[in-house]
């Protein structure tokens, strides 16, 4: 049998992957393929450095909890500015980013990784997914979590390539034509709790993604549930984190290994309806709340 961890993208959100990671592990599920989107990608390469086995779990949580917006997104007036004018593609710079996935990915190219592996990304041009599994593992991250407008595209094979969650947030597609019998798919979820819209123009571009790429993959769920054995993992709820706050990722990392312990209990988290956990919806006054599909 055949296992794939499919790890959608959520910026910031991304830490709720450690807690379902950290569940899984617990009960000894082990992946033979491993597809990443955004900081998916990033989780899904450090998991593939380290092994798949609880201390490597634990030691991706560390990363995460240590993680600072500044030290991602480090303001840069003079780029900012060239940003503004026309003359940058991007309002940041991958440097911080790049340093990242160099100090903790093992591997250098993606065919070389221990577990195999797929980044994906987004032609810009186009709006094609595009599947890497092989080549530069840092390139092929950076262009996977490469939100347009906020980090700049990389530039691979030819082809302008950005943030994978744009064409594809979950890579369930990749996974089943691979041949998995059995589809984890791992999403971040979106800050449904929120009580007001983000302020600063990059806290508004990546809450518009996150909504984006979870409704994407909404639709992407059902068209697969009868191809394969497909066990969708809930994120925590309510997530009231914005979308740029990196500051808690140990409560994020808790709250989804509870969660994700809930879901597996009952009958290794499989539901005849593995979307309905997730769908899009809002918090309303009261603790109500109100689906938006």
């Not at 390469?45 to 490597?56: H, I």
């Amino acid at each position: 049998m055949t296992v794939a961890y499919v790890l959608a993208g959520g910026a910031n959100l991304g830490a709720v992957q450690v807690g379902m990671l950290r569940a899984l592990a617990d009960r000894g599920v082990r992946p033979d393929l491993l597809i990443g989107t955004s900081a998916g990608a990033l989780n899904a390469a450090f998991l593939a450095s380290r092994g798949l086995e609880r201390p490597a779990v634990a030691a991706l949580g560390d990363i995460w909890r240590g993680l600072r917006t500044r030290q991602l997104f480090h303001p840069d007036p003079l780029r900012l500015l060239g940003a503004l004018a026309g003359r940058k593609d991007a309002l940041f710079d991958n440097a911080a980013l790049r340093r990242l996935i160099r100090r903790h990915v093992s591997f250098d190219r993606l065919e070389d990784s221990p577990v195999p592996i797929t980044v994906v990304t987004t032609d810009l041009l186009t709006g094609e997914q595009v599947n890497l599994s092989s080549g530069d593992a840092a390139e092929a991250i950076l262009a996977s979590a490469a939100i347009p407008g906020v980090f700049p595209a990389m530039t691979i094979d030819g082809r302008t390539l950005v943030d994978g969650g744009i064409s594809n947030n979950a890579a369930i597609s990749k996974a089943v034509k691979a041949g998995a019998d059995t589809v984890y798919v791992l999403p971040c979820g979106y800050p449904c709790a929120l009580t007001e819209p983000p302020r600063s123009a990059l806290g508004a571009i990546t809450q518009t993604v996150s909504l984006l790429v979870h409704q994407r993959l909404m639709h992407e769920i059902p068209a697969y549930t009868d191809r394969t054995d497909l066990i969708v993992l809930p994120p925590p709820c309510p997530i009231s984190v914005g979308p740029m706050d990196f500051s808690h990722g140990a409560r994020l990392i808790d709250d989804a290994y509870a969660e994700a312990e809930r879901a597996l209990a009952r009958d290794g988290g499989r539901r005849d309806d593995p979307a309905a956990k997730i769908a899009m919806h809002t918090h309303l006054p009261g603790g109500r709340i109100h689906l938006t599909e």
